[in-house]
T-cell receptor
């Protein structure tokens, strides 16, 4: 059974620092990995999707890496801003089109 | 306008009551999903549907049922609600691009409290 873990569960940084969010998964037989952002009272917004054959994806200040063999992905957010405060979730897609989510990392960027 | 909408956004009900959560989408996607989110557990898949005639159980389908009334509508029912079904429920749709990449699009969520 696939298990996805995100550590830490919560993170607080001063504005301007780089954010590093970790995601690990137990079964490396995945099709892709996706990072989402969740704001309180709102749904999930997809940030980046990395195919199993890729090692990283970039979008603006966001960069996500994937090491499938070791079961790890890292989301980097450069020069954090208070507007980056949210919960960040990673999810892996495997056989049967099943998407398994981690528990999320709650991020607070302090002005 | 939101592409994936959920109604109601918030609901309080009592143990034993039947409740239906509705999801509508304007994206024209065939695939739709229902998840529940509990603190510290992430999202867990309840049911999914690949088209109107296709319904599949997810990892936590017990106590739930679904109906795919049309391509655009996918409803989740709790036949007899119990307190441990208190959670945040998300509907999602997905599509594939030409490279085979699937992306999911989520609704805003329905917060359910079962007393």
């Amino acid at each position: 059974k696939q298990e996805v873990t995100q550590i830490p569960a919560a993170l607080s940084v001063p504005e301007g620092e780089n954010l590093v969010l970790n995601c690990s998964f137990t079964d490396s037989a995945i099709y892709n990995l996706q990072w989402f952002r969740q704001d309180p009272g709102k749904g999930l917004t997809s940030l980046l999707l990395i195919q199993s054959s890729q090692r990283e994806q970039t979008s603006g200040r966001l960069n996500a890496s994937l090491d499938k063999s070791s079961g790890r992905s890292t989301l980097y957010i450069a020069a954090s801003q208070p507007g980056d405060s949210a919960t960040y979730l990673c999810a892996v897609r495997a056989a049967g089109n099943k998407l398994t989510f981690g528990g999320g990392t709650r991020v607070l960027v302090k002005p | 306008d939101a592409d994936v909408t959920q109604t109601p956004r918030n609901r309080i009900t009592k143990t034993g009551k039947r409740i239906m959560l509705e999801c509508s989408q304007t994206k024209g996607h065939d695939r739709m999903y229902w998840y529940r989110q509990d603190p510290g557990l992430g999202l867990r898949l309840i049911y999914y549907s690949f088209d109107v005639k296709d319904i599949n159980k997810g990892e936590i389908s017990d106590g739930y049922s679904v109906s795919r009334q049309a391509q655009a509508k996918f409803s989740l029912s709790l036949e007899s609600a119990i307190p441990n079904q208190t959670a945040l429920y998300f509907c999602a749709t997905s599509d594939y691009d030409r490279q085979g990449k699937e992306t999911q699009y989520f609704g805003p969520g329905t917060r359910l409290l079962v007393l």
